[in-house]
């Protein structure tokens, strides 16, 4: 009798980063759709805080697990690599996703919130700027390193040409949230709708960015093959 298993894979992992992430896009869509609605807002807010932070740094996980299994196949010189790394804006996802955290957790204690949550929407803006082709220059990668033939399948120049248009809507994005944060800690009467604004537009970003990763992970899976015991 033969017994068949597959094994898991970085890929497997990443491609359910990206799913978790886009979750938490979703998740932080709605605690501000919930707050514009008057329940709580100054609550909601924090709390898409959280959220939003923590989908950050799962991102940031998932982006740094796929680079580095395609950077350890990569023919790239290391200086190349680690430049790589760095122009994609990693390091600010994670930064700014547990500095989200923080102050989330922070105003969710009373501690300020008025001030904290524009400033932590001014953090996550500047976050999505620095890491706005991080996809992109992955999908780069993976070209580059999978299929030095130039030869792609239509899965992967879809996954090629969503990339691309999630850089450009990240970037747009991001600069509308640094600018509804200025003007929210900047203080008046509507600094938490344009919060819960801000939130609602990065929500709906990390649901688009989340879906393209995944997309693009699941696109260049290659089966690691399968074992058999007899």
């Known amino acids: 009798m033969n017994t068949v298993y597959a094994e898991s894979t970085p890929s497997d992992v990443s491609a359910y980063g990206g799913f978790i992430d886009a979750i938490g896009g979703i998740a932080t869509a709605v605690v501000a759709i919930v707050g514009l609605n008057r329940f ?19 991102q940031g996980g ?9 950077l350890n196949v990569s023919p ?4 190349a690599n680690a430049e790589t790394l760095a122009d994609g804006g990693l390091s600010g ?12 957790i922070l105003s969710l204690l009373g501690i300020v919130p008025a001030e904290l949550t524009p400033i ?25 390193v999978g299929h030095a033939s130039g030869t792609r399948s239509h899965s992967e120049m879809l996954a090629g040409g969503m990339s691309s248009g999630s850089a450009a ?14 003007l929210a ?10 919060t819960l604004t801000a939130l609602l537009i990065v929500g709906v970003l990390e649901l688009l960015t989340g879906s393209v990763l995944s997309g693009l992970v699941m696109s260049f899976m290659r089966p690691t093959g399968e074992r058999s015991l007899r």
């Open 40 to 58: 709580a807002p100054d609550l909601m807010a924090s709390i898409g805080i959280i959220v939003f932070g923590a989908a950050l740094l799962i």
């Open 62 to 70: 998932t982006l740094l697990s796929e680079y580095a299994h395609w």
């Open 76 to 79: 790239i010189p290391q200086t």
């Open 93 to 104: 996802l994670f930064l700014f996703g547990v500095a989200g955290v923080v102050l989330g």
């Open 120 to 144: 932590a929407i001014i953090a996550f803006g500047t976050a999505l700027l620095l890491s706005s082709s991080a996809v992109r220059r992955l999908y780069q990668l993976q070209v580059q």
């Open 169 to 182: 809507v990240q970037t747009l994005a991001g600069l509308t949230a640094v600018v509804l944060g200025i």
């Open 185 to 194: 800690v900047s203080g008046g009467p509507h600094a938490a709708v344009l």
